[in-house]
Each structure stands twice: as C-alpha cells, then as structure tokens.
C-alpha cells in the first residue's frame, strides 16, 4: 500500500514540475494509449478458408456480415480475414460464390474452414427459345441497370493491393497496399470516374526497383476503372457491335445465372454472368488482347468485376483483379492489382479537391507516413506467405531513415515547375528609311510606320524558393518570320485565392532579360560568299530582318487554375519596357539547320548601313497576352 502511495505522489510531484504544455501531451498520450486498447477490445477477427467439398479452395469468394455491407472475399488460396466490431458480433457470416450455395454461419473467433458445396443446374431450354437469346438478356440488362444497382450516392472503404513480380519469380518486386475511400455515383446514368481518397498505405520494395523504368498509375481507381456496369462501355453501349452465346448456366442465392460469351473480331473478348430473375450483371470476366495504344510493349489485359447483392435487393460492386504483363528490358513484368470494397454507406460529404488522388498519380511514389498499427485493425484481402515474410522482414528503423532522404529529392523535384503557353504581342514599327550595300547585296527601302500582331512560344522553368516566392527562367521564340526572341530572368509571386478547393493561383512577375525583335524584309539568293562585320555568310539563301536588340524590363500578372495535381492551365498579361536598344539589320543563313543556323547583327552606322527613323523607339512591343500550360513532376 504505501509504494502506491508513493508513487502516486511522486507523479503528482512531477506533474506539478511540468509546463502546462508538458501535461497536455502526457495527458494526451494517456487518451490515445486508452482510447486504442479500447478499440481493440471493442474488436475481433475472423479468420478461415473457404473450400468445397472436395477441400479445394474457393478463390474470390465473398464474406459478408448479415444485414450489413461490410465484407470482404477470400484471397487466391480461399483464405480470409474480417474485423468485427462489438455491434456486429450477434449477426452471421454470409458467404456465397457463383456455383455454390449460399452458407450462413455463426462468427467464430477460431480459424475455421468454411465447405460450400456446389449448387449444379443444367443448361435448359430457353437457349432455344430465341434465336439470339443471348444478345436479348444482354439488352435486357442495360435496361434493366437502374433498377438492380443504388439509385444514390454511396462511399465505398476499400482495401487495394498491387503486385509486381518479373516471370517465373516468385519474390515480388514491389507491393503497393493501401485503404481507400470512394465515393460511386449512382448507376441511374453512365459514370466513368469519381472520387477517391486515400486512408492508409504500406508498401515493400525490393533491390530490383531501381532498375524498373515503369510505374504503374491509376492504381487507386480500381473501384472505377473496372466497373463496366458504371462506365457503360463495349458492348453495355453498342450491344449491336457484338456476338453473343449462352455457354453454362449456373446458380447462387437460389437464382438460375447464364454465362453469356462475348466476342468482337475475335480479339477482345469477355464472359459475362447475368441472373436470370432481375437481369443483373453480377460478374465479368474481360479479355483484351488488343488496341493498347502507346503501350504496345503490353502483352495481355484481363480483368474481373463482381458484384454483391445487399439486403435492400440493390446489387453494389465489391471486387475487381486485374492482370496483365508487359515486354520490359528483355523479361516479361507481370502486375496483378486487387480490390474489394470492405463497407458501403450512404454518401454524405464529398471528399475535398485537396484530399482526392488523381488518376495519374502513383501510390508507390506516395511518402504518407507508415502507421504499422492500423493494418492489424482492418479488414484485407489476406496476403499470401511469401508477402507477409516481406512485410515482417521490413526494418521500419531503416525505412524512416530512407523515407527522410527521399523526402529531400521528392520536396526538392515538387518544388520545381514548367509552363508552356502561346505569346501574342502587339508589335508597332516606327517608319523608316534604309540604305545598306556591298558586294553583293544592294538595300534601298521606305518603310511605313506598321502596327502587328506577333506570335511566340514560350517556355519557363521555375523553383519555388518558398511556397509564394518563385525565381525562374523564362524563353521566348517566334513562330513567324517576324516576332521576338528573348531571354529572361523571373522574380515570381504566388498566392492561393481558393486555399480550400480547387488552387486558383494569381502570380505577379518581374521580368529581366534580353530581348529581339525582328521585322521581316527579304531573302537574298546569292551567287557567292559575302562578309558582313567580319563574319562570312556562305549560305545560297540568306533573309534579312530589320532588327531591335536590347534589354528590357517586363512585369507581368499571371492567373491559373489547377486541372490536376500535375497540370495547371494559366493565362497572363504583361507590359513591356525598353532599357536600351540597338538597331541594325539581322542576317541569318536559310537552308541551313534552323537551331545551329548563322545569324549576323550589323548594328546601325556600321559598314555602310543607315537606318533613318522619325522617332526614338524604331519598334515598341509594350503589350503582351499568353496563354499556357503549367506542369510539375
């Protein structure tokens, strides 16, 4: 009694020795530590293998909590693992796969094997009674999606894996996992994308990563990637385009399925599983072995979607496996990626812009901190053995180290940033009289005062020093024969004008650089070389330019507006102001290779040359519109 004693009074010693701040975050500490084990205990997972009558097992199959759309399906040897709040504890196991009847079964915190035993049906008559009958169920089930799948919003928790191996290997290269959240749209019109955000993510790299010169992106759009029912596409769009046969029909839930063969050309092909009571897609299988585009080093493309149906009779999607296989540095690269949904609700909120995953990004580049505790807490599509030795064999110590060096290149690679865009300035040229000659070329010109419109291309570079301060380099050529060169150095402002959606930045400028402006005057064909300041020209062809040279200061307004994490689309105006010119004539070479081609400035007064003009400034370039594009690493 009195050690109790004393220690609690050394604590309260302690205690009134803290800061204040001190004993907030002991305090807070304490919280946490109670409110996890609370967690834990409020929890149990379940765990077995589902497998037929003949011990084999059932690969896929689903696992469903009665009145519930929590679940999850057994992984490529039947096995599965489902975590099991304190309020569900009362309620069944619901596990079913196409074939098979239907078991419920009480939940068991022992590991147990679960035998579905096969629900056989023969293929019967009504293959006969339409010549194309096939073909009717799949335009029965188009029209049929609004009354078999939600009519509303729904937010999908689901857990993603993807796996990469070279043939023949058993160790993976990498594995990529992460939770999820997706909001579905409802399936009353065609969705083919939504929104998507990621919850947690692990993942295991091996040696041979460094040397893969392919990532894999898009992962984390699984739930809307492969839900052929939501996208409406191939034959769910043009159902004419098709063949069609009834090859099996098969039973689950007590309901007759037909398995419906579909074909184009006999290339892309796919299977098809439509029940026969409300017309309701619930699987398919799709074959691609063609139209790939760009990624022509792609072997074969196949996927699986399934679908589940809830107790309010609507059929929601559940799980999709996707695998194909690329040529890469003289091996064959195989990736498989699974998903499943592991909780289904009403959808309530949206996901903020700043929170969703773009389709282009790559999990396996994400730097989210790794929490190891929380895969223990939620329900997986369970790994095999040789995955979970390499997610146990991980020294999270040295992780942490490398993630810290990773970060300084990451920040310093998400620091840097292109822009592209389109120039039109507003070019006026001042009247003017030349008079030039040597031994070959004669010019003796009037020319009027002129107003123009030129049109260049731009292209910067910049590095964000801090998140509103910008410094940069910035270009510009012509596109016409007459149109401006210039060089610039870029002092840049950024600042956020919508900090809690989609990024509408407004940037001010200043630019410093060295620009050229040039107005086209002729081509001259010559006949044999000639020297103009020194310099021999001994091109056939060269063309002439009356030119300005000289520095200039430009300040500018920039507005864009983010399309993705990635790509920005920016419009700007600037105004432009000479610091000092040079005027003459530009010789440049024609024939010869236009990057490396000769150019010669002949500045006025020199050689003969005079160049007359009525006012100070022989060109003004004072307004400037670009429009552009913007893109990070």
Known sequence: MRTIILSEFITFNILNKLTSTHKNKIILSALLFLFSFQSILAQSIISGKIVDSHSNPIPFAHIRLENTNIGTISNDIGVFKLVVHIENKNKRLIISSIGYKTEKINLNDEYQTVTLFEDVTQLNEVVIVSKDYAKELIEKAILAIPNNYPTSDERHTGFFRETTTWENEKKPIYINEAVIDAIKGDYTKGNRSGDVKLIELRKYESVELDSLNVRIHAGSHHIHRFDIVARREAFLSSPENYKYSIIDTLRQNEKDIYKIFVEKKNENSAHVYIQEETFAIVKADISLTSDFGNLGSREFFNFTVTYQQGEDKRWRFRNSYYKTAFKKQGKTLNLTSEYVSTDIKPNTAKIPYLERLQFSEILLDDTKEYNPNFWNNYTIISPNEISESLFKSID???????????????????????????????LSMASSAINYSNSVINIQQNNDATNKGAVGFSISIFYAATPNLLIGYANESKISRTGINSNDFVIAGKFNLNPNGRPINISPRLHFGYQELDYYLK????????????????????NIYLSQKGFRVKPSLVLSIENSKHVSFSISTSYNMHLNQKNGLMFREKGKNMLFSKKIFLENGQENLSIDTNQEDLFKNMISINVGIAFRL
Request: glycine share 2%; hydrophobic share 30%; charged share 40%.
């Open 523 to 542: 081509q001259f064909n010559l006949e044999e070389d000639i020297e103009v300041d020194r310099k021999e020209i001994n091109s056939e062809k060269v």
């Open 396 to 426: 999270y110590t040295k992780v942490e180290k490398e993630k810290k060096q990773s970060d300084n290149m990451t920040d310093f690679v998400n620091r840097v940033s292109f822009e592209n865009g389109l120039t039109w300035t507003a």
